[in-house]
């Protein structure tokens, strides 16, 4: 069973950068493609961004629009979703979620795709 727990939230100023962290547990990181997902206030849950399980690979939804990087330490097993130029639109409720992807080349961004995911962390971008 995996653990995930997200941190790095909170209020910023639209313009501003943020990074996110999820710490995993419980399972062997190097193991598991590793995504960000978040869910807006009236929304359903939307894919970020995924990064393959050894870092190599990575694919981000249109809207990010070269503002967020995904990344991952496997030493620490510890996936990063950095955030630049936020705006008010991507206010949410950001997750982060593992995917078992030893017999898999393929990255998911469907949720349903990813069996554990963490409590969240709430970015709240506003002036």
């Known amino acids: 069973q995996v653990q995930l727990v997200e941190s790095g939230g909170g209020l910023v100023q639209p313009g501003d950068s943020q990074r996110l962290s999820c710490v995993a547990s419980?399972?062997?990181?190097?193991?598991?493609?590793m995504g960000w997902f978040r869910q807006a206030p009236g929304k359903e849950r939307e894919f970020v961004s995924v990064?393959?399980?050894?870092?190599?690979?990575?694919r981000y939804a249109d809207f990010v629009k070269g503002r967020f990087t995904i990344s991952r330490d496997n030493a620490l097993n510890t996936v990063f979703l950095q955030m630049h130029s936020l705006q008010s639109e991507d206010t949410a409720v950001y997750y982060c979620?593992?995917?078992?992807?030893?017999?898999?080349?393929?990255?998911?961004?469907?949720?349903?795709?990813?069996?554990?995911w963490g409590q969240g962390t709430q970015v709240t971008v506003s002036s």
């Open positions: 979620a593992a995917r078992y992807a030893v017999l898999s080349n393929s990255l998911y961004v469907r949720g349903k795709e990813y069996a554990y």
């Open positions: 990064i393959s399980r050894s870092g190599s690979t990575t």
């Open positions: 419980g399972g062997t990181f190097s193991q598991y493609d």
